[in-house]
């Protein structure tokens, strides 16, 4: 993913407004005379009275109240336990009502914090005036107010979002709030949240929406000399905490800037948090744009104060990323997507997703500057805020993300991908589809269809399509490979598919067919309805569900077979015909029976249903307001539920039709309180002393009666960190130890779902101060051989000494001060290290070698010099070939693979040609076979043994050298190269009175009988050293050679 770079792409925008409320564009078209419009001074009284004069039905088609010019200073406060500022709304109505000002962004402001707990409604334009001295005074708190919104409010320090206990809230917006704009908070004796989501006891909260938010950091203002703190000094930009669970919590096009603990901390029972389209900044990133102010417990003389690297902190379950920046760390927040998302740092196992794609990582981003986010996610002003309030009179915004199209089995051909898929749909209008290839846009069209032509042969690429609106929101397709072929022209069409229909009804029926078959292979299906194209399956596929059919209506079908060269064989055509009688007869509703509760689950049944066809096809129980539950029987057990909550539970069956009967009777229910507190177990660190560094703090805690909420540690009564579950039983944290200075002790305080609490036992501990940074570097040396040594092809064993009582050994290398390092070395025993030298790599000649080593944090030495000596090769009339080992078959094709093991030998003299009988080893004397009477240093290599040395004595009608192989022009140093790469060669300058030396008779004997007793022969491929810089290996099934130039 490139940086971004449009301006504004993170934070508050004109095209943001919250859901089901008139827009501001709607409101003021509203005539003087209408029902659902007030104007009203700007009072806590007034407006309160104009939302009870609205009808219900007035309520449901979108009311407004319009407050007139003014300041108010009627707030009580943000805290959970300030006076309503708005005490009632309207629950259960369609719309909400919009309460706004009747003038422009700052004709109506506030100087003290406000708190709403009313249902229903959408309050946003107000401006915040008080001045930072008086901070508190700019806060908007939503308590207990289900289905109501809070935009285009600025600056404030503070918003929050609360539920009361035992009163669940839900359906929460908040769109366009900022906070700061520039001047931070500085909160004195107490930590302190800029935001926070906090539940009351038993009172969860469900679907909060965070639409162009921007959160800036908060600082702890530093406390008096001998004071001391009421708990932990720290503070998060936003806490999402609290007793009861809070899920499907939404982010998108929203900014949040890190305070000192963390940017987004999650310390309650969290799940399902998606990120869209957001950055999240923790540690010295934000001080790019927010230096820590002077005066704060983090402020340092000398500019080092800086906070903590947590971008996202804690552990809720089920979290998606779609377009999600963070830079910092990211907790134990548990994704299970994540796509078109980039971290600062590589993921850890726990915070990769589970489905889906997987993180990028882009370590640039934590050095990005403070331009970068100037440009993606500006520090509102006062005046940006206004052009976007003022201006959202005349926009309509589209909030609504078309479909997902579904991209089908691409057709391939050897130079083309062809591209369908299934049209998508929006509320504001039409789409268009934009194509990405291997990540990157390709192309963009309005039909359902294109085609990628002109791409070479035998290469793999991966197609998305996406659906566009209006308004530039994009949904992602799924994604589908496709390989071009490889060049060969096909021809052959693959067999065909014998097609039957099954299961037909009146709107349905299954199409089974039998598999093709393809000299090639069978790439997919199309399945044709009335001749037009239904849908394309994989070549796996055998059977389709038709839905959405007509009853009593013909209707012809046919599969076709198809193969990547877009050969294509139909199946007959097959005539069906629908029922035409549909099942319209709901079923009789089921009866549920009284259940019976538990601690933390219900048992459920009931008398089942019946229908008019005799068939129940399942029922779906409906508990609270959660998502039904599919069961076929008529018994269900719900579990993992809180402690001492009243459920309201129905049931409703369906036939096989999808006709749904009426809900059952509701059966009302509480689950038991639970008294026992949970358990647990210390683990780590231990007792004493603790070694300077990164410190894992790790527990058990169990409690098998509703589970275990939260398990904590403690120094004393001061919180030392929030533990978040790694798996199962298992919790825990990590810190590093200068961040645990003067804690010399800890316990673990446990949590269950009800509320009960245990402590661990406390456990002393000593942390130790770093260690005094080591500044001297090691010692050692070459050992063996010494200066003046020869050294002979292949390699020559080098010997070290080194040693480092502090820091310890890190690498040990060989090198020269031109060629760089030669061989790096292997501990074989304390303190000696050995490293094979490659004796091609030295040039002729005299060569000056030295040892470095270096230690453990990365203080190098350079030992003394030796002297080595590669001598130069003698120049004689003899030339020489290289031998290849005989794995080969007359094809020049591998026949074996794995580790060569030769077991016959064929022993050449250079003297008088004398040649052994066979069965014995091949011996190469330096990877030399010689032969007399070439004139010229000849590097090639000859055919294998087992196909004959092809040598003819003197006289016998035939060549002196039938064949001899060399490498082709243009082979590099180093390079692989098939055998059948080899090219002939003639042996060029032989004198005319040459005569073939004694024995030639007798190698082409020895020849003959390695071919007869090859069977018996272990040939196995390994990297075999054939000397002289010829090494012969396996790669991919084949046989190949490599060569070194230098040898």
């Known amino acids: 993913m490139p940086a971004p770079t449009t301006a504004g792409l993170y934070g508050p925008s004109k095209d943001f407004w919250p859901k089901n409320t008139l827009t501001r564009a709607q409101a003021l078209a509203l005539p003087a005379s209408s029902t659902r419009r007030a104007v009203v001074p700007f009072t806590k009284a007034a407006v309160q009275t104009a939302l009870n004069g609205f009808s219900d039905a007035d309520w449901d088609l979108g009311c407004v109240v319009f407050t007139q010019a003014g300041n108010n200073t009627e707030g009580s406060g943000a ?76 600056p404030l320090y503070y918003w929050g979002v609360q539920s009361i206990d035992n009163e669940a809230a839900s359906t929460i917006e908040l769109v366009n709030v900022v906070l700061p704009e520039g001047p931070l908070k500085i909160y004195p004796d107490n930590s302190f949240d800029t935001a926070a989501i906090r539940t009351g006891s038993n009172a969860p909260i469900t679907d909060v929406l965070l639409t162009g938010v921007y959160e800036g950091p908060s600082f702890r203002e530093k406390l008096p000399e001998g004071k001391k703190p009421s708990e932990a000094a720290h503070t998060d930009s936003r806490q999402i ?48 744009r927010y230096p820590v102010p002077e005066g704060t417990d983090e402020w340092r003389a000398d500019g080092s ?42 993921p850890q196992g726990s915070q990769q997703p589970t489905t889906g794609a997987t993180w990028g990582v ?71 589809y934009e194509i990405e290839r291997n990540g990157e846009l390709v192309a963009s069209v309005s039909g359902l269809t294109w085609e990628n032509s002109g791409l070479p042969v035998a290469t793999t690429y991966q197609y998305q399509v996406f659906a566009v609106d209006n308004a530039d929101q994009r949904t992602g397709s799924n994604v589908r490979t496709a390989t071009t072929g490889s060049g060969t022209a096909d021809t052959t069409p693959p067999t065909k598919p014998e097609l039957t229909v099954t299961n037909l009804a009146t709107t349905s029926g299954t199409l089974n067919w039998t598999a093709a078959t393809d000299d090639i292979g069978v790439t997919g299906y199309d399945v044709m309805v009335n001749g037009v194209l239904a849908q394309r399956v994989s070549s796996s596929a055998r059977s389709l569900k ?98 001492a909550t009243k459920y309201d539970a129905y049931v409703v069956a369906y036939d096989p039709a999808g006709n749904a009967s009426p809900a059952s009777n509701v059966q009302t229910v509480t689950t038991g309180t639970e008294t026992t507190p949970p358990t647990g177990q210390l683990s780590t ?33 001061t919180l030392i960190n929030v533990g978040a579950q790694i798996s199962g039983d298992f919790w825990g944290f990590d810190m590093t130890s200068s961040e645990l200075a003067g804690v010399t002790s800890y316990r673990v305080k446990f949590t269950d779902n009800a509320g009960n609490s245990a402590w661990s036992e406390s456990r002393s501990i000593n942390v130790l101060a770093p260690a005094a940074p080591d500044t001297t570097p090691p010692t050692g040396g070459i050992t063996d051989p010494v ?131 066979a069965p014995i080893e091949v011996e190469v ?32 009608d035939l060549p002196y050298v039938k064949r001899i192989v060399g490498f082709p022009e243009g082979t590099t140093d180093g390079g692989v190269i098939p055998y059948k790469a080899l090219v002939d060669l003639v042996a060029i300058d032989q004198p005319g009175d040459a005569t073939v030396p004694p024995g030639v008779a007798e190698a082409l004997a020895a020849a003959q009988q390695v071919a007869a007793d090859r069977e018996h022969i272990d040939q196995v491929v390994a990297d075999i050293e054939l000397g002289n810089g010829l090494i012969a290996t396996e790669q991919g099934g084949r046989l190949v050679f490599v060569y070194r130039e230098d040898s």
């Open 79 to 154: 805290g959970a336990g300030s006076a309503a500022w708005l005490a009632t709304g309207r629950s259960g109505r369609k719309m909400r009502t919009l309460i706004t000002p009747l003038g422009d962004f700052g004709s109506c402001t506030f100087t003290k914090s406000m708190a709403i707990y009313a249902d229903g409604v959408a309050f946003g334009g107000y401006e915040f005036i008080a001045p930072k001295s008086n901070g508190l005074n700019r806060g908007v708190l939503l308590r207990g107010a289900s289905n109501s919104a809070l935009f285009n409010l600025w």
């Open 241 to 288: 905490s609290g007793g009861s669970l809070i899920s499907n919590v939404r982010q998108r096009r929203s900014v949040t800037w890190g305070s000192t603990n963390a940017a987004i901390q999650s310390t309650g029972a969290l799940t399902g948090y998606h990120f869209e389209q957001s950055l999240v900044i923790g540690g010295p990133s934000t001080n790019k």
């Open 305 to 346: 104060g800086f906070v903590k690297p947590n971008a996202l902190n804690g552990g809720p379950t089920g979290c998606t990323a779609d377009g999600l920046v963070v830079i910092g760390t990211v907790g134990q927040f548990k994704f299970t997507y994540a796509r078109d998302s980039w971290l600062s740092e590589a």
């Open 362 to 432: 882009d370590t640039t981003l934590a050095s990005k500057p403070l331009s970068w986010f100037d440009t993606v996610a500006p520090n509102y002003t006062r005046a940006q805020i206004k052009a976007i309030f003022d201006g959202s009179s005349v926009v309509v915004p589209d909030d609504d993300y078309p479909t997902a199209p579904n991209l089908a089995i691409p057709a391939v051909t050897t130079s083309k991908v062809s591209l369908s898929w299934t049209a998508a749909t929006d509320a504001e209008g039409p789409v268009t």
């Open 546 to 643: 038709a839905t959405g059919l007509t009853p009593d209506t013909d209707y012809d079908v046919a599969v076709i077979a198809y193969d990547a060269a877009g050969n294509r064989t139909s199946s007959d055509l097959l005539e069906v015909t629908t029922p035409g009688t549909a099942d319209t007869v709901a079923p009789i509703a089921p009866t549920l029976a009284t259940p019976t509760a538990g601690i933390s689950s219900i048992d459920y049944s009931w008398v089942g249903a019946s229908d008019d066809r005799g068939v129940i096809r399942d029922y779906s129980i409906y508990l609270n307001n959660a998502a039904p539950v599919k069961v076929t029987g008529t018994n269900y057990r719900a579990e993992n539920l809180l402690p």
């Open 685 to 717: 660190p231990a007792a004493g002393d603790i070694q300077p560094g990164r410190v894992e703090f790790r527990y058990t805690a169990v409690d098998l009666e509703s589970g275990v909420r939260s398990a904590d540690a403690y120094f004393g009564d």
């Open 787 to 917: 200066t003046g040594t020869v050294v002979v092809p292949p390699f020559q064993r080098v010997k070290f000494s080194a040693s480092d009582p502090q820091s310890g050994i890190s690498s040990v290398s060989l090198r020269t001060s031109t060629l760089g390092e030669l061989a790096t070395a292997t501990l074989v025993s304390p303190g000696i290290y050995e490293a094979d030298l490659p004796v091609g790599s030295l040039p002729y000649g005299t060569t000056a070698v030295f040892a470095r080593i270096v230690n453990g944090v990365g203080l190098s030495y350079d030992s003394p010099s030796i002297n080595l000596v590669r001598q130069t090769p003698a120049v004689t009339e003899q030339g020489y070939v290289e031998i290849a080992p005989p794995i080969l078959n007359t094809a020049g094709e591998p026949v074996q693979n794995g580790r060569l093991t030769v077991t016959q030998r064929v022993r050449f003299g250079n003297l008088d040609g004398f040649i052994t009988k």
């Open 925 to 956: 004397t330096e990877g030399l076979f010689r032969i007399d009477g070439v004139t010229k240093n000849i590097r090639v290599a000859i055919p294998p043994l087992d196909k004959g040395l092809e040598i003819i004595e003197e006289g016998s």
